[in-house]
């Protein structure tokens, strides 16, 4: 298993970017697909990027697509999330997960690691 921890959410503007982190402890943090969900105020949790175990394929939900960039560093245990162009449509707490998958399975898992979440909102 991992543990992993999220950070950098705020306040940010619309049109404005974030780069959110997820930290991992473990030893195998590198066997592990990474993903990013979201969750808005009365929504479900939604998918919203994912990349395999050595960053070889990315997914993304249609609506991120262009604007959002996933990526890992798995010499450093870590995710991020680039955001662009963020909207207050972006806004939600946002969770990293993880999970032993092959590529083809990104989006649909499933994740048995989650993170606690870190809060995004865009204001417009």
């Known amino acids: 298993q991992v543990q992993l921890a999220e950070s950098g959410g705020g306040l940010v503007q619309a049109g404005g970017s974030l780069r959110l982190s997820c930290a991992a402890s473990g030893r195998y943090f590198h066997n592990y697909a990474l993903a990013w969900f979201r969750q808005a105020p009365g929504k479900e949790r939604e998918f919203v990027a994912g990349?395999?175990?050595?960053?070889?394929?990315?997914d993304y939900r249609d609506s991120v697509k262009g604007r959002f960039t996933i990526s890992r560093d798995n010499a450093k245990n870590l995710g991020h999330l680039e955001m662009n162009s963020l909207g207050p449509e972006d806004t939600a707490v946002y969770f990293c997960a993880a999970a032993m998958l092959s590529p083809a399975q990104l989006v649909e898992g499933p994740y048995q690691n989650w993170g606690q979440g870190t809060q995004v909102t865009v204001s417009s």
């Open positions: 990349i395999s175990w050595n960053g070889g394929r990315t």
